[in-house]
């Protein structure tokens, strides 16, 4: 099973790289979960047609029982996509990361991994705070490897450096390894040059290099990724063989 954990600065696009990737394995016949961990409950929506899931804390909160299936607390979205988002507290009242906690503690009650049989497991996670509740995805044997989501923004490097310490200090507690980069471009000067330096620094290779593209704004806005909206697209075209890149080493494990 390929699990792994997208982190990075808030805004970069995690939410977008990881959908177009869900979406881009599946479309390659692979069974694929995407698990949005972050309060404002949208890593999904463009696998939804624009229609948001449930978020697992809101569901907690509305009623008095713990659901008693996987189906009350997700959607199936493109392409047979189980789409689940932890969701959050209301903002100032409480503690997202105790709400990923939460949510996964009820994942594993619910046998969620096993009765759905996953090929892929996606983790899209808030930001760049790797500690506490927003550190589960990368424990306890749920994702073995993060991609962290990157541009050549000078904060969104800052973010990037502090995500790899982060992980790289929890290495003796067999947490998930940093696997490579995404570039997510943003035109910025000398992006490349940048990113590549970073990579080299850290032993890092950039998986991806996804350009920045008006259909990925014109498919967002329509409810859906390039996969679906604009699958002949460069974007399109770069999420595909970063799907099919993970697949192959995979399977030559």
Same mark, same amino acid.
């Given at each position: 099973?390929? @699990?792994?954990?997208? =982190?990075?600065?808030?805004?970069? +696009?995690?939410?977008?790289?990881?959908? *177009?990737?869900?979406?881009? #394995?599946?479309?390659?016949?692979?069974?694929?979960?995407? !698990?949005?961990?972050?309060?404002?409950?949208?890593?999904?929506?463009?696998? &939804?047609? +624009?229609?948001?899931?449930?978020?697992?804390? *809101?569901?907690l909160?509305?009623?008095?029982?713990?659901?008693?299936?996987i189906?009350?607390?997700?959607?199936?979205?493109?392409?047979?996509?189980?789409? %689940?988002?932890?969701?959050?507290?209301?903002?100032?009242?409480?503690?997202?990361?105790?709400?990923?906690?939460?949510?996964?503690?009820?994942? $594993?009650?619910? /046998?969620? #991994?096993?009765?759905?049989?996953?090929?892929?497991?996606?983790?899209?996670? &808030?930001g760049?705070?790797?500690? +506490?509740g927003?550190?589960?995805?990368?424990?306890?044997?749920?994702?073995?490897?993060?991609? %962290?989501?990157?541009?050549?923004?000078?904060?969104? &490097?800052?973010?990037?450096? /502090?995500?790899? *310490?982060?992980?790289?200090? #929890?290495?003796?507690?067999? =947490?998930? @390894?940093?696997?490579?980069?995404?570039?997510?471009?943003?035109?910025?000067?000398?992006? $490349?040059?940048?990113?590549?330096?970073?990579?080299?620094?850290?032993?890092?290779? !950039? &998986?991806?290099?996804?350009?920045r593209?008006?259909?990925?704004?014109l498919c967002?806005?329509?409810?859906?990724?390039?996969?679906?909206?604009?699958?002949?697209?460069?974007?399109?075209?770069? #999420?595909?063989?970063?799907a099919?890149?993970?697949?192959?080493e995979?399977e030559?494990?």
């Amino acid at each position: 099973m390929i @699990k792994i954990a997208l =982190y990075g600065k808030g805004g970069i +696009g995690k939410s977008t790289c990881t959908s *177009n990737l869900a979406a881009a #394995f599946a479309s390659l016949g692979k069974k694929v979960i995407q !698990i949005g961990c972050d309060p404002k409950a949208d890593s999904t929506i463009n696998l &939804l047609s +624009g229609t948001p899931a449930l978020p697992v804390m *809101n569901y907690l909160a509305e009623h008095d029982d713990e659901p008693s299936s996987i189906e009350e607390i997700s959607k199936i979205g493109y392409k047979g996509i189980l789409c %689940i988002e932890t969701g959050g507290p209301t903002p100032g009242l409480g503690c997202a990361g105790r709400g990923i906690i939460s949510t996964f503690t009820l994942l $594993e009650e619910l /046998n969620v #991994f096993k009765k759905f049989a996953p090929d892929v497991v996606l983790y899209d996670v &808030l930001g760049d705070v790797v500690c +506490g509740g927003f550190a589960a995805p990368i424990r306890e044997g749920y994702a073995e490897d993060v991609i %962290i989501v990157t541009s050549g923004e000078k904060m969104a &490097l800052y973010a990037a450096n /502090n995500i790899y *310490n982060a992980v790289k200090n #929890f290495e003796d507690r067999s =947490y998930a @390894k940093v696997r490579g980069l995404i570039l997510n471009r943003r035109n910025v000067e000398e992006e $490349e040059k940048k990113v590549k330096a970073f990579a080299q620094e850290k032993g890092l290779e !950039i &998986l991806a290099d996804i350009p920045r593209s008006k259909e990925i704004t014109l498919c967002e806005d329509k409810g859906m990724t390039v996969i679906e909206g604009a699958f002949e697209s460069e974007s399109a075209r770069c #999420f595909y063989e970063l799907a099919q890149r993970l697949i192959r080493e995979k399977e030559n494990e």
